[in-house]
T-cell receptor
Framework: KAGVTQTPRYLIKTRGQQVTLSCSPISGHRSVSWYQQTPGQGLQFLFEYFSETQRNKGNFPGRFSGRQFSNSRSEMNVSTLELGDSALYLC????????????FGPGTRLLVL | GENVEQHPSTLSVQEGDSAVIKCTYSDSASNYFPWYKQELGKGPQLIID?????GEKKDQRIAVTLNKTAKHFSLHITETQPEDSAVYFC??????????????FGQGTTLQVKP
């Protein structure tokens, strides 16, 4: 079975721009969660989507948004980029239950200049 | 909300020795505790997990123990090998009635295994 895939793998943007990241979950998985990883803050939960609905949201500003499509693929969008948004963005997929194993993708490395 | 503390932040051992990483959590309703290994340039990879109805789980050289009363869980790696060198993260799900997969991560432990 193919793993979680994320595109693009690397991205360079400038302040004020917006960016869209994509995540394709493992086949059959209905839940996709997004995390931001930085050296200072570690791994922080952004949001989770299940069956096209946002099921949970972390403590990030409204500039961070996401969505999930009927095939469970998910996108996250960051508008009006700030320097502090530079990070590794990871998505994880699972079958959907609260104690289900989550499998992470390789991440998208975003650099904001 | 849930808070997870992880210690130590760095750990250096000789090949063949054991390594232990400890985590504490704050939410007594948390019921799922995975451990992830992250190598440079890669996403976290699940190495073992434990659910709150089990006190210990073992998979070859890796074991995890859970003490619900004290709200802590630990990762034990025996007979360490150089390829075990990586950053290890513990995590806990938010407890209560919420049926979501939100994971709260510890700060990570950089494990170095010296040949």
């Amino acid at each position: 079975k193919a793993g979680v895939t994320q595109t693009p793998r690397y991205l360079i943007k400038t302040r004020g721009q917006q960016v869209t990241l994509s995540c394709s979950p493992i086949s059959g998985h209905r839940s996709v969660s997004w995390y931001q990883q930085t050296p200072g803050q570690g791994l922080q939960f952004l949001f989770e989507y299940f069956s096209e609905t946002q099921r949970n949201k972390g403590n990030f500003p409204g500039r961070f948004s996401g969505r999930q499509f009927s095939n469970s693929r998910s996108e996250m969008n960051v508008s009006t980029l700030e320097l502090g948004d530079s990070a590794l963005y990871l998505c994880a997929s699972s079958l959907g239950g609260a104690r289900e194993t989550q499998y992470f993708g390789p991440g998208t490395r975003l650099l904001v200049l | 909300g849930e808070n997870v503390e992880q210690h130590p932040s760095t750990l250096s051992v000789q090949e063949g020795d054991s390594a232990v990483i400890k985590c504490t959590y704050s939410d007594s309703a948390s019921n799922y505790f995975p451990w992830y290994k992250q190598e440079l340039g890669k996403g976290p990879q699940l190495i073992i997990d434990i659910r709150s109805n089990v006190g210990e789980k073992k998979d070859q050289r890796i074991a995890v123990t859970l003490n619900k009363t004290a709200k802590h869980f630990s990762l034990h790696i025996t007979e360490t090998q150089p390829e075990d060198s990586a950053v290890y993260f513990c995590a806990a799900t938010e407890g209560g009635s919420s049926n979501t997969g939100k994971l709260i991560f510890g700060q990570g432990t950089t494990l170095q295994v010296k040949p």
